[in-house]
């Protein structure tokens, strides 16, 4: 079973930036895809980015596109996301999770999840 957990919430101005972290347990990592997805009060979950932590291939949310950058680091088992210029609708529970699957952006694919970091921009 895969345990995975994030860091690096918190509270930034409108802007501003922010690394997420997320270290997974396991010996098999480099077999899943990591996603980032996100939920705000009163909204479904989100996706927003995607990495094949085998092959490094990467998928982006229409929303941050251009704006966060998925990356990985397999010899510490983590996956980032960095997320520059930050906007107030951005702000939601952030959890990475983790998948088998080739429905990257699909929540449902996902089968083990983090316990999310929250990520509040201030206008």
């Known amino acids: 079973q895969v345990q995975l957990a994030e860091s690096g919430g918190g509270l930034v101005q409108a802007g501003g930036s922010l690394r997420l972290s997320c270290a997974a347990s396991?010996?098999?990592?480099?077999?899943?895809?990591m996603g980032w997805f996100r939920q705000a009060p009163g909204k479904e979950r989100e996706f927003v980015a995607a990495?094949?932590?085998?092959?490094?291939?990467?998928y982006y949310g229409d929303s941050v596109a251009g704006r966060f950058t998925i990356s990985r680091d397999n010899a510490k088992n983590e996956v980032y996301l960095q997320m520059n210029s930050l906007k107030p609708g951005d702000t939601a529970v952030y959890y990475c999770a983790k998948t088998t699957s080739t429905r990257w952006s699909s929540p449902s694919a996902y089968d083990s999840w983090g316990q999310g970091t929250q990520v509040t921009v201030s206008s």
């Open positions: 990495i094949s932590v085998r092959t490094s291939m990467t």
């Open positions: 396991g010996r098999t990592f480099s077999m899943y895809v």
